[in-house]
């Protein structure tokens, strides 16, 4: 909604360019200090805390790692606002000079937007520590927040600015402050309400930093990436971020339904495992997560790639986002479609080395990943433009997850369990069954562009319905049954 809302009041132009890169930068910091590094660094110290030291020792710990952690954050984030020309300068070279002044309007809004690190890491930590409490929900509703914040902006606070897209900036600041007051209550609930101190000498927080700084790039690794296409984009002709923005963002969704959600969910799972010297339970958790991944990924990689030109159209064509943009950002969506499987993989794979402390082996994965990423942005950016962007993306994730798994198997810590094949011929068997329904009703895309609104609505549910009961139709009939599917014990 939040991004249907963006593209039909600004659309793909040098404005919202402007912006996204504008939030990219601190949201690139926010996953290194935030729910990056910092949570799969703090979480498994935080659970063997809860699991083996006193209250009073958990109390002290939580209290001194808010300390620091805000000390820290407060003076980046007190940097970058000072530093925001040359930021811009650094992740968006092709703006200088630009004749549509994109690079002062960056900059501009990131004075507003760079603050937002502050308070989305102090998120964060208090996130992290109700994950650790197995209160789930309300660090994964938070996010929302985010989106009502930029809806309420855009909609009514940029009508009455001189320069409408500034008021997204404003919308992201607003939306930090209130993600962060948010969650203090229900801190207070669990009854670990920190009372932030300094404190750089804490056992704890040390060992918490130790662990943070190597993670700081394994982690954030397809944060980097993200941000080495927007700075290659930054020469493309205006609209190209946009574009990507667009599509990453409907690659997103499914990432953020299952792939994050199972990440979070398991990793403090994995670290009691680990604590309690259980690994065949560590195994049997891998293991269900993986499988639930395979069972979705699988099926929303076919519906994205075959569906990209139709859902763009449905939900961002207007006066503003024209049928141009649909077709550029459908051919960057289809290049990104093919790697969400391995996106959402890596997202409960990297999980299974944080929990047992060892950061080293997904952080040499990630310089491998990252490497072949930035080769292959060079090979693939000048026949393909911003969609070769996009696809070395899909390429290098792929290569990402491969390596995470077969580390994992090498070392002894996951051990499938029965039933893979049956699974994967099952999902490949009903994904193709969906594919070919999704191929024959998706049509040409200029057939979308020709009805209506609502009547394109009415055919993207209607298809997207029918894909998913076909599916799981299919699922069935070749002898999947939910039990095969139950879920571990938390």
Request: glycine share 8%; net charge positive.
């Amino acid at each position: 909604m939040r991004d249907l809302v963006l593209a039909r009041l600004f659309g793909a132009s040098a404005a919202t360019d402007a912006f996204f890169v504008a939030f990219k930068i601190p949201n690139f910091l926010r996953r290194l200090f935030a729910e990056g590094s910092f949570s799969v660094a703090f979480v498994p110290v935080l659970t063997e805390y809860r699991s083996k030291r006193s209250k009073q020792a958990l109390q002290t710990f939580a209290d001194h790692m808010a300390g620091s952690l805000g000390l820290v954050v407060l003076l980046v984030s007190v940097v970058g606002v000072v530093a925001a020309p040359v930021l811009v300068m650094i992740f968006a070279p092709g703006f200088w000079n630009e004749s549509e002044g994109k690079y002062e309007l960056t900059v501009e809004m990131l004075y507003l937007t760079f603050p937002y690190l502050f308070f989305i890491s102090m998120t964060a930590f208090a996130g992290s520590i109700l994950n650790t409490f197995n209160r789930f929900w309300v660090p994964a509703f938070t996010p929302a927040l985010l989106n009502v914040s930029l809806i309420a902006c855009a909609v009514w606070l940029s009508p009455l600015m001189e320069r409408p897209v500034v008021a997204l900036a404003w919308g992201v600041l607003i939306a930090g402050i209130v993600q962060f007051l948010f969650q203090l209550p229900f801190l207070w609930r669990v009854g670990l309400f920190p009372k932030p101190r300094v404190a750089f000498k804490d056992s704890g927080v040390i060992r918490v930093m130790r662990l943070m700084i190597p993670a700081l790039f394994g982690v954030s690794v397809s944060q980097i990436n993200l941000l080495l296409d927007t700075l290659i984009a930054s020469f493309l002709v205006s609209g190209s971020i946009s574009w990507l923005y667009y599509s990453d963002r409907l690659m997103e969704f499914p990432v953020g339904v299952l792939g994050v959600a199972l990440g979070t969910v398991i990793l403090p799972n994995l670290s009691r495992r680990h604590a309690e010297k259980s690994p065949e339970a560590f195994s049997r958790t891998l293991d269900w997560a993986l499988r639930l991944n395979i069972l979705f990924g699988i099926p929303a990689a076919v519906g994205l790639f075959l569906l990209a030109g139709p859902m763009l159209a449905t939900l961002f064509f207007s006066e503003a986002f024209d049928s141009h943009d649909v077709g550029m950002a459908t051919r960057s969506l289809m290049a990104y479609a093919p790697g969400l499987t391995a996106i959402m993989l890596i997202k409960v794979l990297a999980p299974g080395f944080y929990a047992r402390q060892d950061i080293k082996t997904p952080v040499k994965i990630g310089i491998i990943a990252m490497a072949s990423n930035m080769v292959l942005n060079i090979i693939l950016v000048f026949p393909l433009a911003h969609a070769g962007l996009a696809l070395a993306t899909t390429l290098s994730s792929g290569l990402n997850a491969w390596l995470l798994y077969r580390a994992l198997i090498k070392q002894g810590i996951y051990l499938p369990s029965v039933g893979w094949t049956a699974l994967l011929v099952r999902t490949v068997l009903a994904s193709s069954a969906m594919a070919g329904l999704l191929w024959w009703g998706a049509g040409d895309i200029t057939a979308w562009l020709a009805v209506s609104g609502l009547a394109r609505i009415g055919q993207l549910a209607g298809l997207i319905l029918s894909a998913i009961l076909l599916y799981f139709l299919t699922l069935f009939l070749l002898g999947a049954r939910p039990a095969h599917f139950r879920s571990v014990k938390f």
